[in-house]
C-alpha cells in the first residue's frame, strides 16, 4: 500500500487525538502534521506522526507516559525538538582512507555484502519484523535507540537498558542505568541532540542521596543511584489524576544488594563531555550542581582504613555487577576515579569553599598516578622482576612492598604475555595481583591518561598482538582469561550466570566498541578501532543487537543475553561517529597535565628502585 493510499485509511479520529495530545504536552496550538508508514516490532503497520521539528514514534509501553500525568517536580530548563537526522556518515575510512590491510579488508567486505544481501531476501529480525533493505545499519541503530527514550512530565530523560520484547523476565532491564546512559548520551550529544542530556544529568542529580535504606543503613550522602524507572501513581490517592514519580534503585533492590560506585563518576564524566560539546557551561555551573560535583567527591575522598590512594570498593559495584573477585581496588574503578576527579577540576568553581576541597582532590590525584603507573603495570620486564621477587621484606625501602609471592605467576600469563605490549592488571592488594585483563580499566585509563603514553601505546600493542583472545569474532573481551573450575566455583560462589567465557567470566561485549574507539582516536591509532567496528557489523545488526556474546571466540550469543540492549547499540554508534569524526573524542580525553606528571617524576625520583623521571618541569606541583 502506498504511503499515500495509506493515509486516506486512517482514522481521522487518530489523527486528531495526536494532534490534541501533542498540543497539551508542548501547548502549542495549531501544528502541521508529517506522517510516515511504519511496521512495529511485533508484525503489527503503524503510523508515526510529528510536527515541524519534533520527532516522534511508536515507543515501548514500558517509556509511554500519558500527556494528562501531573507531576510535582520542577522541570529543567527548555527543552527543545528532538530531530532525526540520520545521516550520518557510514564510510569506515577516515580521511578517505583506511589502514586495515588489503586482505583482512576484502574478507570482511565480502561478509558485510553477503550480510546485505541477506536482508534483501527479506531477513526478520526476529520478533516478527521484516528488515528494511533501504536501512543502513546505523539508521536500523538510530531507529531502535530512539525508541528506548523514556520519558519523565513529558521530556526525555534516558533510555532503558533493553527492549527485548521476547523476554518473558523484565527484572530492572526496563529502568534507566546511569552507566549504561552514558554512550546513549554521548550519541545523542555527537547527532546534536542535547536535551536528553541536559535532562538526564539534571533529574538524576535531584536522585542523589535518596532516603532509601537497606536493613535500616542509609548510603552515603552523595551517592548516585545505579537505576531509576519512571512510575505513573495516583495522585493523593485520587485514582482519575496521575503523576510521573522517579523510583531510584541505590542497590536495595539489585541482585547481591551492591551500591554502585562508578555511577557518579560517570555523571562527572558526562556533566563535562555535555559541557565541552554543547558550550554550554551554564549546567555545570548551577548551585545545585555544583554541590552534587563537591558531595560525589567528598564521599570518594572520605578518610577511612585503607591506606592506598586507590578507591576501596566492595565486588560488584561496577559494570561487573556480580561476584568475580574485583572487590578491593578493581582497576575499572580507579582509571574511572582518576578520569571523574580531573573533570571536576576542570569544573569545579573557585571559591573559598572550594579550597580544601581541591587541596585533596590534587594530592590524590597524584597520589593515585603513581600507584597506578608503578604498581598496576606489567609486562615481560616486570613479570621477570616478579620472578624474582624476595618475600616478607620488612623496611621503608623494600621493593616486593605488597609481599607478592612469585608463585603466584600463572602459567596462562607466561604465553599470554607478548614481547611486545603489556597492561595494567586488574587489582592490587597485599599478598595478591590479580593478572587478569580488564579491558574497560585498562582502555579508560588510556582515556583518562592515568596510564603514561608509553603504557597507553603498549596496552594497544597488546590488544593487536592478542587480537584472537580479546577481539576474536566479536569485540571485546570484558576480561581475560575467564575463571573455571575450582577457581570459578571459590571465586564466583558457582554463579550460574558467570560460567567460564560468559557474561561477566570473559565473555565479549559489544558496547566496549565506544571505549576501544576513544582510545584508539586519542593515540592516532584508528585502524585498530576500524577492525573491530568491521567484525561487528557482521553480526550485531542481524544478531538483533545482542547484551554480551559467549565462548572463547564469541560465537554464541549469550545464553541469557537480552536482545536489543540500548547500550550495545549506543556503543556501535558512538564509535561510527567518532571514527567519522575523530575531534569530536576531545568531550571525553583527558589531556596528562604537565604539573602531575613533574609531581610524579618527583615522586619517582624520590623511589629507591628507580631513578627516571621527565625532565623540562621545573616548577614543583603545590599539593
Known amino acids: 500500500m502506498a504511503v499515500s493510499e495509506a493515509f486516506l485509511h486512517l482514522d481521522p479520529m487518530l489523527l486528531f487525538k495526536s494532534g490534541a495530545n501533542y498540543g497539551k504536552q508542548r501547548n502549542l496550538g495549531l501544528l502541521e502534521f508529517h506522517y510516515s508508514l511504519g511496521t512495529s516490532r511485533n508484525g503489527i503497520t503503524s503510523y508515526a506522526f510529528s510536527s515541524v521539528g519534533y520527532y516522534s514514534t511508536a515507543r515501548n509501553n514500558r517509556t509511554k507516559r500519558s500527556c494528562f500525568s501531573r507531576c510535582k517536580c520542577q522541570k529543567a530548563d527548555s527543552i527543545s525538538d528532538v530531530t532525526a537526522d540520520d545521516g550520518t556518515p557510514t564510510s569506515l575510512s577516515i580521511n578517505g582512507r583506511t589502514n586495515v590491510n588489503n586482505a583482512q579488508e576484502f574478507e570482511l567486505n565480502q561478509l558485510l555484502k553477503s550480510d546485505k544481501e541477506g536482508f534483501a531476501n527479506g531477513n526478520t529480525n526476529g520478533v516478527g519484523t521484516v528488515i528494511d533493505s533501504r536501512k543502513s545499519i546505523e539508521e536500523e541503530a538510530w531507529d531502535l535507540l530512539k525508541e528506548s527514550v523514556v520519558y519523565y512530565c513529558g521530556n526525555p530523560i534516558g533510555t532503558i537498558a533493553a527492549s527485548d520484547t521476547s523476554s518473558s523476565s523484565i527484572l530492572n532491564y526496563d529502568q534507566v542505568f546511569i552507566r549504561d546512559f552514558i554512550p546513549s548520551g554521548i550519541a545523542f550529544l555527537l547527532k546534536g541532540e542535547y536535551d536528553i542530556v541536559r535532562n538526564f544529568i539534571l533529574y538524576t542529580l535531584q536522585l542523589q542521596s535518596w532516603e532509601k535504606t537497606m536493613d535500616c543503613h542509609s548510603p552515603g550522602q552523595g551517592l548516585m543511584p545505579a537505576s531509576f524507572k519512571v512510575r505513573t501513581v495516583p495522585r493523593d490517592g485520587d485514582d482519575s489524576v496521575t503523576e510521573d514519580v522517579l523510583d531510584p534503585d541505590f542497590g536495595e533492590a539489585a541482585i547481591g544488594r551492591v551500591a554502585p560506585v562508578d555511577s557518579g563518576l560517570w555523571w562527572i564524566i558526562l556533566l563535562r563531555a555535555y559541557g565541552k560539546c554543547t558550550g554550554d557551561l551554564s549546567v555545570q555551573e548551577r548551585v545545585d550542581v555544583q554541590t552534587g560535583i563537591k558531595m560525589i567527591l567528598k564521599l570518594c575522598l572520605a578518610d577511612g582504613f585503607d591506606m592506598f590512594p586507590t578507591l576501596l570498593v566492595t565486588d560488584g559495584s561496577c559494570m561487573i555487577d556480580r561476584r568475580m573477585g574485583i572487590h578491593g581496588h578493581p582497576l575499572e574503578i580507579q582509571a574511572l576515579f582518576y578520569s571523574a576527579l580531573l573533570c571536576a577540576r576542570e569544573m569545579l568553581a573557585s571559591e573559598d569553599g572550594s579550597a580544601d576541597l581541591i587541596r585533596a582532590l590534587n594530592n590524590r590525584l597524584v597520589a593515585l598516578s603513581f600507584h597506578i603507573r608503578e604498581y598496576y603495570w606489567i609486562d615481560m620486564k616486570k613479570l621477570n622482576e616478579i620472578y624474582r621477587y624476595k618475600t616478607e621484606e620488612y623496611s621503608f625501602d623494600a621493593v616486593n612492598k605488597f609481599n607478592i609471592y612469585p608463585d603466584q605467576i600463572p602459567p596462562w600469563l607466561v604465553e599470554f604475555m607478548p614481547a611486545r605490549g603489556g597492561y595494567l592488571i586488574g587489582n592490587l592488594q597485599p599478598a595478591h595481583m590479580d593478572f587478569r ?102 553480526r550485531i545488526c542481524r544478531d538483533k543487537w545482542p547484551e554480551y556474546y559467549d565462548t572463547r571466540r564469541a560465537r554464541f550469543i549469550g545464553k541469557q543475553s537480552r536482545l536489543f540492549q540500548t547500550w550495545s547499540i549506543a556503543g556501535y554508534l558512538v564509535a561510527k561517529l567518532l571514527l567519522a569524526n575523530p575531534s569530536a573524542a576531545k568531550i571525553l580525553i583527558n589531556e596528562e597535565d604537565a604539573e602531575l606528571v613533574n609531581a610524579f617524576s618527583c615522586m619517582l625520583s624520590a623511589n629507591p628502585r628507580k631513578k627516571r623521571g621527565q625532565k623540562g618541569f621545573k616548577q614543583p606541583f603545590l599539593i
Open 437 to 538: 585483563f580488564f579491558s574497560l580499566g585498562n582502555l579508560w585509563s588510556i582515556v583518562g591518561s592515568l596510564a603514561t603514553v608509553d603504557q597507553s601505546h603498549a596496552i594497544l600493542d597488546l590488544v593487536e598482538a592478542k587480537w584472537s583472545e580479546l577481539v576474536a569474532d566479536m569485540p571485546l573481551k570484558i576480561c581475560y582469561p575467564a575463571l573455571e573450575g575450582q577457581e570459578w566455583r571459590i571465586i564466583t560462589g558457582s554463579d550460574p550466570k558467570n560460567t567460564a567465557w560468559s557474561y561477566h567470566n570473559g565473555g565479549s561485549w559489544p558496547t566496549l566498541l565506544w571505549q576501544l574507539t576513544v582510545a584508539c582516536i586519542k593515540l592516532n591509532r584508528p585502524e585498530i578501532a576500524e577492525k573491530a567496528v568491521m567484525l561487528a557489523e557482521r
